[in-house]
């Protein structure tokens, strides 16, 4: 009896124990939900901390990723409250909506990139008039009141994209470029537009070298590959290929490789990550250029805090731009 006792007591230990448990996740898990976008590591005094406002594209993707990472990173640092707003589409109208919710909220600072210039200017100009300052990343409203632009020189990226293709060349070559489709995004198309010229003003340099096509597509590696067979179909003369982000480049080196065309095409690409590391390495891209978006993050928090602190900051900070190639980098 004493034994079939404590048994008992031993189950109701286990359940008490159990359902514990199962109330302190959801606890953290709603707790997790509530916070999880804000950051107050390093943050001695909350309430008399300076509060930011970070909102990003999206974070599924690295790039994305190392920017938040960058001003989470300069967030702990400088001692202040970050509040982080995602979105997971290009909505602009999502955008405009976290925007006016920090500016309602008296924030010390917002930094945002632009999907719109139309709908943005008008919301940018009354922050600045508000005096809460405006930093803009990864794409610019240059005509509006921002403090400061956070970013590369597009024109400066194609450009040199262009510079290394016709290194890479022979006497007589076709080239296809590859890049986004933005049908809503204005500011986006303006980055792409602003890249285009610079590399085609970069190859125009050479009288052999033509522009066969350019292909749009949403960026994607399946999209990349399947953009890749289109034109090896349609223009079989094309021996170079221009991608203007990192998912088409990854897209296209799967299509040069599995059509065992390695040795037929120049691919210069956009951004670095594993994979395209593994192609630079096999040769199957000659080249690609690489930004750093955690640099820019972390320097967005830097510009606001620096006009927090009444200092002058130059309305355009280059983070910069490098090429990778097979031979220059460490592997």
Known sequence: MKVKANIIIFIIFL?????FNIQIVKVLEATKEQIREISVDGVKNIQNSKHYVLILKETKNSYWRNIEKGARDAARDFGIVLEVFTLQSDSIKDEL????KAKASKVDGIITYIPSQDEFLPEIN????????VVTIYTDLQKSKRNAYIGINWYEAGYKAGTIML??????????????EYKKNVADQEKINTMIKGFNDSITE????????IETCIPGIANGKQKAMYIFEKYPGVNAIYCTNSLSTIGVAQCVKEMNKQHDIILIGYGFDNDIRKYLKEGIIQGTIMDFPYKIGYKSIETIQQIQEGKRVMTFID????????YDYDF
Do not use: C, M, R, W
């Open 319 to 326: 983070t910069g731009t490098v090429f990778l190639s097979k």
């Open 167 to 180: 290194k890479n060349l022979n006497s007589l070559n076709n080239i296809a470029i590859i890049t986004e």
């Open 206 to 213: 050479k009288s052999t070298v033509k522009i066969q096509t």
């Open 126 to 133: 009354d922050a600045i008039e508000k005096n809460i300052p």
């Open 97 to 100: 909506y976290y925007f006016k």
């Open 15 to 19: 359940s008490s124990v159990s359902f």
